[in-house]
């Protein structure tokens, strides 16, 4: 099981700022996807990478892909006090051979607190 | 429902009581995950159903943990015995698809969880 690291693990800045989060590991990703998950709520999906190199934007998020596929960074422009949840990376295994039934396996998170 | 419906959402047991958590899955939903999360961490997968196949229970901690899916919707995690250990957020997920959480339009869907505290 590949292992994800993320960081920073606290992060607690002023509306207003820019941040970035990372999500490393020392295998190689077949793909990488971005949750955030709200207090009391369950992690809602924000992005799937899967090209090394890739960027996605996502109105003020910006997900990029290590060229290697190992690492993956989230970049949030001007945060707002509503960017507050924990940010979580996640491994969905590869589909190669058909045998892959999508159990995610999850870093320990980033927990973002945006003060107004 | 819309949403993946999980109850109840707050659970206090007393060390040594036996629990079920409830997951209600998108209606025709093929596949249904149960994550362990703990405070402030990520979740960890326990289980995992395909229709009501248990195909995957290699995450559950201790056989004081056992999950059901008798018709191919709804689905329960037992826990019995309940110990301190056992305190974390429960989370329930499904997809349509059989595959990889990416593969299909919307991924996986989570519901909001059960809290299971044991005192």
């Known amino acids: 099981t590949q292992l994800l690291e993320q960081s920073p693990q606290f992060l607690s800045i002023q509306e207003g700022e820019n941040l970035t989060v990372y999500c490393n590991s020392s295998?190689?990703?077949?793909?990488l996807q971005w949750y955030r998950q709200e207090p009391g709520e369950g992690p809602v999906l924000l992005v799937t990478v899967v090209t090394g190199g890739e960027v996605k934007k996502l109105k003020r998020l910006t997900f990029q892909f290590g060229d290697a596929r190992k690492d993956s960074s989230l970049h949030i422009t001007a945060a707002q006090p509503g960017d507050t949840g924990l940010y979580l990376c996640a491994d969905p295994p590869a589909n190669a051979g058909g045998t892959s039934y999508g159990k995610l396996t999850f870093g320990q998170g980033t927990i973002l607190t945006v003060h107004p | 429902g819309a949403g993946v419906s999980q109850s109840p959402r707050y659970k206090v047991a007393k060390r040594g009581q036996d629990v079920a958590l409830r997951c209600d899955p998108i209606?025709?939903?093929?596949?249904l995950f149960w994550y362990q999360q703990a405070l402030g961490q990520g979740p960890e997968f326990l289980t995992y159903f395909q229709n009501e196949a248990q195909l995957d229970k290699s995450g559950l901690p201790s056989d004081r943990f056992f999950a059901e899916r008798p018709e191919g919707s709804v689905s329960t995690l037992k826990i019995q015995r309940t110990q301190q250990e056992d305190s974390a957020v429960y989370l329930c997920?499904?997809?349509?698809?059989?595959?990889?959480?990416?593969?299909?339009?919307?991924?996986?869907?989570f519901g909001s969880g059960t809290r299971l505290t044991v005192v």
């Open positions: 997920a499904s997809s349509l698809w059989l595959r990889g959480p990416g593969q299909g339009p919307g991924g996986y869907t």
């Open positions: 295998s190689v990703f077949s793909s």
């Open positions: 209606s025709g939903h093929v596949s």
